[in-house]
T-cell receptor, first 113, second 115 residues
Framework: GENVEQHPSTLSVQEGDSAVIKCTYS??????FPWYKQELGKRPQLIID?????GEKKDQRIAVTLNKTAKHFSLHITETQPEDSAVYFC????????????FGQGTRLTINP | GAGVSQSPSNKVTEKGKDVELRCDPI?????LYWYRQRLGQGLEFLIY????????KSGLPSDRFSAERTGESVSTLTIQRTQQEDSAVYLC?????????????FGPGTRLTVL
């Protein structure tokens, strides 16, 4: 089955700097990769996703890149703000067939003012 | 309803009692997931439903845990003879699998405390 590894487990950056979180996956059949943000005491919320036929996707200050050959994908947050502080989870899933959504271990991002 | 709902939002029970947690997915979503999240930890997969069948029950921690889904909608997660280590937030998510995505949406969770 799929296995997703996420690094780093914690990340602290100065407000205004960029943050990068990386994930690797094991199943080459995985073709959909969402990212979730979980603020303290709240449910995980989908913030961006990417399909395997796309190498990069951007939405304002966040972007995700995918390298299918190397089986890794990354979340990039630019011009970080205090409200970006949260735990971020990556996930991978093969769309075809009955497959489960497999999550990485999470990254606790802290933005220092 | 606009999103995934779960009930109860909080449950406090005594060790040894049975509890039942409910999840109402977004209408039309065929896939439904249960996860457990201990304080400050990640998302621990419990069970996955595609329609009414459960192709993957590999995450259920013990035979005290069971889940069912009826009518491709509501799902219930039952924990029998609860133990203190069962204390956690239980999250449900649902998704609609299309040709290009499987966007999952989470419910608010049920916070279970076993005394």
């Amino acid at each position: 089955g799929e296995n997703v590894e996420q690094h780093p487990s914690t990340l602290s950056v100065q407000e205004g700097d960029s943050a990068v979180i990386k994930c690797t996956y094991s199943d080459s059949a995985s073709n959909y990769f969402p990212w979730y943000k979980q603020e303290l005491g709240k449910r995980p919320q989908l913030i961006i996703d990417i399909r395997s036929n796309v190498g990069e996707k951007k939405d304002q200050r966040i972007a995700v890149t995918l390298n299918k050959t190397a089986k890794h994908f990354s979340l990039h947050i630019t011009e970080t703000q205090p409200e970006d502080s949260a735990v971020y989870f990556c996930a991978a899933i093969p769309i075809q067939g009955a497959q489960k959504l497999v999550f990485g271990q999470g990254t606790r991002l802290t933005i220092n003012p | 309803g606009a999103g995934v709902s779960q009930s109860p939002s909080n449950k406090v029970t005594e060790k040894g009692k049975d509890v039942e947690l409910r999840c109402d997915p977004i209408s039309g979503h065929t896939a439904l997931y249960w996860y457990r999240q201990r304080l400050g930890q990640g998302l621990e997969f419990l069970i996955y439903f595609q329609g009414n069948s459960a192709p993957d029950k590999s995450g259920l921690p013990s035979d005290r845990f069971s889940a069912e889904r009826t009518g491709e909608s509501v799902s219930t997660l039952t924990i029998q003879r609860t133990q203190q280590e069962d204390s956690a937030v239980y999250l449900c998510a649902s998704s609609l699998v299309t040709s290009g995505s499987s966007r999952g949406f989470f419910g608010p969770g049920t916070r279970l405390t076993v005394l």
